[in-house]
Nanobody, 125 residues
């Protein structure tokens, strides 16, 4: 599967952005997907993940209640709705996928086999 992330940009603190991850290749519904981010000067970190069918999600604590991950398997796309953005959300955001036969979700980088190119989110104060 090939992944293409988009939707990043510059936004003021408190604002919102929606990231998209378009997938091409094999059936998107065969993949668990997730979002990761790399803040400036830091290691890449997990943000959110969603199961193949979209029924199960999991978030890092700092984005719970502000970010929502979703997917549309018919359109081969995954989203990350980001509300109440904070300066510390500034990062390059990556989408990722791995094949799965279960409804599991994964929060570690090594669990994912396919990665998008990243989209930059900058939150100003």
């Amino acid at each position: 599967v090939q992944l293409q992330a988009s939707g990043g940009g510059l936004v003021q603190a408190g604002g919102s952005l929606r990231l998209s991850c378009a997938a091409s290749g094999r059936a998107f519904s065969s993949y668990v997907t997730g979002w990761f981010r790399r803040p400036p000067g830091k290691e890449r970190e997990f943000v959110a993940t969603i199961s193949r069918g979209g029924t199960r999600t999991y978030y890092r604590d700092s984005v719970k209640g502000r970010f929502t991950i979703s997917r549309d398997n018919a359109e081969n796309v995954m989203y990350l709705q980001m509300n109440s953005l904070k300066v510390e959300d500034t990062a390059v955001y990556y989408c990722a996928a791995r094949e799965s036969v279960s409804g599991a979700v994964y929060s570690t980088e090594l669990s994912y086999h396919y990665w998008g190119q990243g989209t930059v989110v900058t939150v100003s104060s």
